[in-house]
């Protein structure tokens, strides 16, 4: 396939065969790092709040006890990590619409950077309500733990809600990665 690039009031774009122009690739990689940092912050703040209205109070011996997402550290952690990850996405949203020019960026090791460590930090705070939420659901019988979720089935459903929205935002945070590794790579 052979393309011609066409410069018209100082901008280039690729020709095709066909001779329609097409977008430029830069213009793509900018569209779809805006739509995945959306995904991400969308998700993000979902599995926040889907966790944080996650309670149940039940009667054991006539004592009501009220679980909560408070109660487990690791559901705490996966809140507070999905905050600051909401944060720090929408600040790279930011910082990426100001300093695109239509060109390659001189801070795409920042962005680079960035997408890493939010990324590590998705995946550790989803594997720690994974396993807090396995134990929950299933129990441990050699060290004595037993399933608490057949007594507090809307509790653990909403944890798993807020468990898969925050390893989509995860995902997301992955292809963006990705994405701008190749974009380093291309440098």
């Not at 239509?102 to 920042?110: A, E, I, P, V, Y």
């Not at 399933?147 to 944890?159: H, P, Q, R, W, Y």
Request: charged share 10%; with cysteine; net charge positive.
């Amino acid at each position: 396939m052979e393309s011609l690039a066409v410069v018209e009031n100082g901008k280039s774009s690729a020709v095709g065969k066909s001779g329609e122009a097409s977008t430029p690739p830069r213009r793509g990689f900018f569209i779809a790092q805006v739509v995945l940092r959306l995904l991400t912050i969308a998700f993000m703040a979902a599995a926040i709040a889907v966790m944080v209205n996650a309670k149940q109070t039940i009667e054991i011996f006539t004592l009501p006890i009220t679980v909560r997402y408070g109660n487990l550290s690791a559901f705490k952690f996966l809140v507070g990590a999905n905050a600051v990850i909401c944060g720090f996405s929408l600040l790279s949203l930011i910082f990426i619409s100001i300093s695109h020019k239509g060109r390659k960026s001189d801070h795409s090791f920042l962005v680079y950077l960035h997408d890493l460590v939010m990324m590590v930090l998705s995946m550790s705070a989803c594997a720690a309500a994974i396993a807090v939420g396995y134990v929950g659901q299933y129990g441990q019988e050699k060290a004595t733990w037993y399933s608490v979720c057949e007594n507090v089935k809307m509790f653990c459903n909403n944890a798993l809600a807020s468990i898969v929205l925050s390893i989509f935002g995860f995902f997301c945070l992955f292809i963006l990665t990705i994405m701008a590794a190749l974009n380093l790579k291309s440098l």
